[in-house]
């Protein structure tokens, strides 16, 4: 920008940005786009849609697990119902647990008074590798929490 020339003091990024005023967020998706196509970006969303049907089927048929509605998008819910503590505070300390683990994040929500660990599968660095990890820190956890 001819203006920045003659300038002494430290360039402002908004003075040097395309759109001279923040970061360009929109070019993080249009040059992708322009580059590849829209091909790539179908596969990602494809495949977290798969993963997240996949976590969701996997946990349904691990015993003691509950599993939220059957998920549209790339987001599912469940908890673990122990047989001799309340769910909720379980789910509370179980999440704490996979927090703390540090490999993989997952969040919660409270529906209706009722507490449930949220995987939500938006990351492209995501794929099939994790989610078994995912279910493997959760089957540990699990373990080591009901003893």
């Keep these: 920008m001819q203006d920045t020339l003659e300038a002494d003091e430290e360039i402002s990024p ?7 005023t923040k970061h360009f967020r929109g070019m993080r998706m249009w040059l992708p786009l322009k580059l590849y196509g829209l091909k790539p970006f179908r596969a990602s969303l ?18 003691g697990f509950e599993t ?11 908890r673990y119902i122990p047989t001799n503590e309340d769910a909720n505070s379980f789910n509370k300390k179980l ?4 927090q703390k683990d540090g490999r993989i994040f997952l969040s919660s929500t409270t529906v209706n008074g009722i507490f449930w660990i949220r995987v939500a599968v938006v990351i492209f660095r995501t794929h ?3 989610m078994d990890l995912l279910l493997k820190i959760i089957k540990e956890n699990v373990e080591e929490l009901s003893n």
Excluded: H, W
Aim: charged residues 25%; hydrophobic residues 35%.
């Design 14 to 20: 908004a003075d040097i940005s395309p759109e001279l």
């Design 46 to 63: 494809e495949e977290k849609l798969y993963l997240t049907r996949y976590l969701y089927n996997s946990i349904k048929q691990i015993k």
């Design 68 to 78: 939220g509605p059957e998920p549209e998008l790339s987001v599912t819910m469940f």
């Design 95 to 98: 999440i704490q647990a996979i």
């Design 128 to 130: 099939l590798e994790q």
